[in-house]
């Protein structure tokens, strides 16, 4: 299946399961891969055909910069709902969200959830 890619959107937000999560916020990073198919639009050149990826990125980013959310599992999964909701022509999608700078104890790049869901028919 053809595949749109948006990777490394970044936001500020406040998710997270512990108090200063909550109150001080953090960084996070975005992932997106939308399943559909693409022949129509790569022959049409029409956005109509598509999904236009400034639309993609307003609505993560109202979930990342939204109400917090204490794990970033319920994050993607808020993510993929309204996907799935926004965009008819979406048949998969997987998110992916990264919290660089969480705060737990230990030396790691970052944490990371990640997720694939399909449209139900």
């Given at each position: 299946?053809?595949?749109?890619?948006?990777?490394?959107?970044?936001?500020?937000?406040?998710?997270?399961?512990?108090?200063?999560?909550?109150?001080?916020?953090?960084?996070?990073?975005?992932?997106?891969?939308?399943?559909?198919?693409?022949?129509?639009?790569?022959?049409?050149?029409?956005?109509?055909?598509?999904?236009?990826?400034?639309?993609?990125?307003?609505?993560?980013?109202?979930?990342?910069?939204?109400?917090?959310?204490?794990?970033?599992?319920?994050?993607?999964?808020?993510?993929?709902?309204?996907?799935?909701h926004?965009?008819?022509?979406?048949?998969?999608?997987?998110v992916?969200?990264?919290?660089p700078?969480?705060?737990?104890?230990?030396?790691?790049?970052?944490?990371?959830?990640?997720?694939?869901?399909?449209?139900?028919?």
């Open positions: 299946m053809d595949k749109i890619l948006i990777n490394q959107m970044a936001f500020y937000g406040y998710h997270g399961l512990f108090p200063e999560e909550n109150k001080l916020g953090q960084r996070f990073y975005v992932d997106v891969q939308l399943m559909l198919d693409l022949k129509k639009s790569s022959m049409s050149d029409d956005m109509n055909d598509s999904i236009n990826y400034g639309d993609v990125y307003e609505l993560v980013k109202e979930i990342m910069e939204g109400k917090p959310k204490n794990l970033i599992e319920a994050v993607a999964e808020d993510i993929a709902k309204d996907l799935f926004e965009f008819y022509l979406l048949k998969a999608c997987t992916k969200v990264t919290k700078d969480p705060p737990i104890p230990g030396h790691y790049q970052s944490v990371a959830v990640e997720i694939t869901r399909e449209r139900a028919e």
